[in-house]
C-alpha cells in the first residue's frame, strides 16, 4: 500500500542552523509529495509539493526534491528561525486521498 | 474568504454521548475530509466526500458517520462517544482540479471523551 515514514523528533535546533527532516514513501504509481505544517493551535498548511520525480519543492527557504530512485523528499532549509517552530508532516497523495507521515516537532531557540 | 471553518473548537462529552462536528467551505471545492490526529500518529482519514451527496470510509472509520447534503458542508457524526475517540479533528477540502491534491486544512476540533 501507500505509506510514509518520516524522521522521529522531536528536534532542537539554534536559530541560523541547518535543519533536514528525512522522508521515505512508499507507494504504487506516481504520487505527488507534500509537506505541510502545523504551527502551535493551529491547523496544517501546505509548505511545499512536487508532483513528478526530479522535481524541487521550496517555499519560505525551505526545499525538497523528489527522488524516485531513492523513494525520498527530504526538507531542508539552510538557517532557520525561532518562527520556523512548528510540527512538521511528509505526505503523499493517491487518488485523491493524503497519507500523512507521524508528524515531527521542530523547536528553534534563539 | 475565510476558508475551512470547523465548529465548534472545544468540546467535553461523557461516554455514550452524541455529537455533531460542522465543516464548512467557502472556496467551492468538490472534495472534503475528516481527519483525527493523535500523538505520534500523524493524521488519519476517518470519511470523505467526493462531491455533494457521497461519502465514503477512509482508514479509520469506525464509530462515526458523516454527510454531505451540501457541497459547502460536512459532517462528523459521533453517535456513542467512547474514550478512544478523544483526538484532534481536522476537517480539509480540495479542487477538483489537476492540482486537485492539495488540502486547505481547517483549525481543527478539540473533543475529550471522558
Known amino acids: 500500500g501507500n505509506s510514509v515514514t518520516q524522521m522521529e523528533g522531536p528536534v532542537t535546533l539554534s536559530e541560523e542552523a541547518f535543519l533536514t527532516i528525512n522522508c521515505t514513501y512508499t507507494?504504487?504509481?506516481?504520487?505527488?509529495l507534500f509537506w505541510y505544517v502545523q504551527y502551535p493551535g493551529e491547523g496544517l498548511q501546505l509548505l511545499l509539493k512536487?508532483?513528478?520525480?526530479?522535481d524541487k519543492g521550496s517555499n519560505k527557504g525551505f526545499e525538497a526534491t523528489y527522488r524516485k530512485e531513492t523513494t525520498s523528499f527530504h526538507l531542508e532549509k539552510g538557517s532557520v528561525q525561532v518562527s520556523d517552530s512548528a510540527v512538521y508532516f511528509c505526505?503523499?497523495?493517491?487518488?485523491?486521498?493524503?497519507?500523512f507521515g507521524a508528524g515531527t516537532t521542530v523547536t528553534v531557540r534563539a | 474568504n475565510a476558508g475551512v471553518t470547523q465548529t465548534p473548537k472545544f468540546r467535553v462529552l461523557k461516554t455514550g454521548q452524541s455529537m455533531t462536528l460542522l465543516c464548512a467551505q467557502d472556496m467551492n471545492h468538490e472534495y472534503m475530509y475528516w481527519y483525527r490526529q493523535d500523538p505520534g500518529m500523524g493524521l488519519r482519514l476517518i470519511h470523505y466526500s467526493v462531491g455533494e451527496g457521497t461519502t465514503a470510509k477512509g482508514e479509520v472509520p469506525d464509530g462515526y458517520n458523516v454527510s454531505r447534503l451540501k457541497k459547502q458542508n460536512f459532517l462528523l457524526g459521533l453517535e456513542s462517544a467512547a474514550p478512544s475517540q478523544t483526538s484532534v479533528y481536522f476537517c480539509a477540502s480540495s479542487p477538483d482540479s489537476p492540482f486537485g491534491d492539495t488540502q486547505y486544512f481547517g483549525p481543527g476540533t478539540r473533543l475529550t471523551v471522558l
Open positions: 512536487a508532483t513528478k520525480a526530479d
Open positions: 505526505a503523499l497523495s493517491f487518488d485523491y486521498k493524503l497519507s
Open positions: 507507494a504504487t504509481g506516481y504520487p505527488s
